[in-house]
């Protein structure tokens, strides 16, 4: 699948709206996206929103809001628009509706009468036979007037598509041939009962009439692609080129889904993020993420693993997608997070806090861009910005608030008979009477300060650190003072020393 040399790419991206984007459609977008912007294509959003029992309320919003997240942007869809829309399938009923009326007609589908509990019947008699249910084709076959009157009647009636009993090739790009003997195709319905079609027919019929030229998707699909051929030539749409992606398993080799994370809960563990609002929440960067999604199932054949989304567009070729199964590495995910947060510049470490920080409901979302740049500066070397958030929560806190854990105090303070507070007696005076309270000001402050005494820079810094954290753990002493500023500081620090018989 060589995007370059093809006029008019039109890729498309169809999540259901059945709940946060999951990380395996993530990398599909991306794919898409990739290939798209390196055609000088288009990438459509198409919201696959026909089966009303799975619609999960709001889950469209979610689905955009992570996708933007991402930096994924589409040419046509929800919010864009396009000539090629509606983009929601629930708005192109009557679209399917013609369609599954020329098919009827054309004698290529049919009504089928069968009640839920006689299927449910004919499956049951079928379970011993190999290959399970395959769905027989009734003979004679009901009427479209008999189908009619049995939705009028309030009966089941859905539309089967008669498949034509070949065996149906795939040609894929990233696996080849692949061929689906006749046998194991039935008749699949294509319109349910409440007049909703299924999800093959509608995609079917939209990436044709939306004019889509590669379909990349998982490999979980690969079972559906049949049929959909079988559709197109029934329809007599041209087949998109499609290449089905790797599937995504957890390093254990079970596949990775959703319900990892109901089982950790069952199981009294922390949930695995699963979805991208999970990592997202969790605090790992989204130019982490891509980068790590896309070389699940990709690389260029060289050791390289770092691509900004930029380089990703240069470098990615659908010809090295890979055939066998992706393994997610959430150590190496964790290992390009930390990366990317000691490269990228303050001001998007910044941005990217504020974001955790709505996300979470975090009160770090309070500081303005120049502290939160500050902050993502100073604590560059964590693992995700949960250890940021941790690390800076002193800040967040009122200065009469703050807490005291009561081993940091006894080791660092108390012990040598309240060694650590003569440290902060001594310092008081010196740090009031410093007067620039830059972070390379206090740093030289602290080095003299250490000189003078001839002890290590751990002795003067751990006593201020508990003082004005209550904890042992925040940034370097110099940044913990410049960020929290000379008033709060001096402030904890009388307060420390005065409650010393009451801590
Ligand atoms: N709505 C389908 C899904 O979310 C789309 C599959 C496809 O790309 O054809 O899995």
């Given at each position: 699948m060589s995007a370059s040399s093809q006029q008019n790419v039109r890729v498309r991206f169809a999540p259901s709206p059945t709940g946060y984007l999951h990380v395996g459609g993530a990398r599909t977008v991306l794919f898409n996206w990739l290939l798209a912007r390196q055609a000088g294509g288009k990438l459509v959003l198409r919201i696959e929103d026909t089966d009303q029992n799975?619609?999960?309320?709001?889950?469209?919003?979610?689905?955009?809001?992570?996708?933007?997240?991402l930096g994924m942007t589409w040419d046509e869809g929800p919010e864009a628009g396009g000539d090629f829309g509606p983009y929601f399938q629930s708005q192109r009923l009557e679209i399917y509706n013609r369609y599954?009326?020329?098919?009827?007609?054309?004698?290529?589908?049919?009504?089928?009468?069968?009640?839920?509990e006689e299927l449910a019947a004919m499956r049951e008699a079928s379970r011993t036979r190999t290959g399970g249910f395959r769905y027989p084709r009734p003979s004679p076959l009901p009427t479209i007037e008999q189908g009619l009157a049995a939705l009028k009647a309030g009966r089941p009636a859905v539309v089967r598509f008669m498949m034509p009993g070949r065996d149906i090739v795939v040609r894929d790009d990233i696996l080849g041939e692949v061929t689906m003997p006749a046998d194991q195709l039935e008749d699949f319905v294509i319109v349910k009962s409440d007049g909703y079609p299924t999800y093959h027919f509608a995609c079917v019929i939209d990436d044709a009439l939306m004019e889509i030229t590669h379909v990349l998707r998982g490999q979980e699909h690969l079972m559906n692609t049949p049929r959909h051929v079988a559709l197109q030539e029934a329809m007599a749409?041209?087949?998109?080129?499609?290449a089905h992606l790797p599937v995504i398993f957890n390093m254990d080799g079970t596949k990775m889904s959703k319900r990892d994370k109901e089982k950790a809960l069952r199981e009294g563990r922390v949930p695995p993020e699963i979805e991208v609002h999970d990592f997202r929440a969790s605090g790992y960067l989204p130019e982490a993420l891509i980068n790590f999604l896309a070389l699940l199932g990709w690389s260029a054949g060289d050791d390289r693993e770092r691509y900004t989304l930029e380089e990703l567009v240069e470098a990615f070729r659908v010809e090295r997608i890979g055939r066998t199964n992706a393994k997610f590495d959430r150590e190496k995910l964790l290992a390009f997070n930390t990366q990317w947060g000691q490269t990228l510049p303050a001001e998007r470490l910044g941005a990217a806090l504020r974001d955790y920080a709505e996300v979470n409901g975090s009160p770090m979302a309070e500081a303005d861009d120049a502290l939160l740049a500050r902050i993502g500066e100073a604590c560059r070397g964590f693992r995700t910005l949960r250890d940021v958030?941790?690390?800076?929560?002193?800040?967040?806190?009122?200065?009469?608030?703050?807490?005291?854990?009561?081993k940091a105090v006894k080791k660092v303070l108390e012990k040598n008979e309240g060694e650590g507070y003569r440290v902060l007696e001594a310092l008081l005076p010196e740090l009031e009477a410093l007067g620039d309270w830059s972070a390379a000001s206090v740093e030289r402050f602290m080095e003299e300060v250490c000189r003078k005494r001839d002890v290590q820079l751990g002795k003067v810094a751990q006593p201020v650190r508990v003082a004005v954290t209550g904890t042992t753990i925040s940034?370097?002493?110099?940044?913990?003072?410049?960020l929290l500023g000379r008033e709060r500081t001096l402030k904890r620090l009388r307060r420390c020393i005065a409650e010393r018989q009451t801590i």
């Open positions: 799975r619609h999960v309320e709001d889950s469209v919003s979610k689905i955009l809001d992570d996708l933007r997240w599954a009326q020329k098919l009827l007609e054309a004698g290529k589908a049919y009504y089928a009468l069968e009640t839920p749409f041209p087949t998109p080129r499609y958030e941790n690390k800076v929560a002193f800040l967040f806190d009122a200065d009469e608030a703050i807490e005291f854990d009561p940034p370097s002493i110099h940044d913990t003072l410049a």
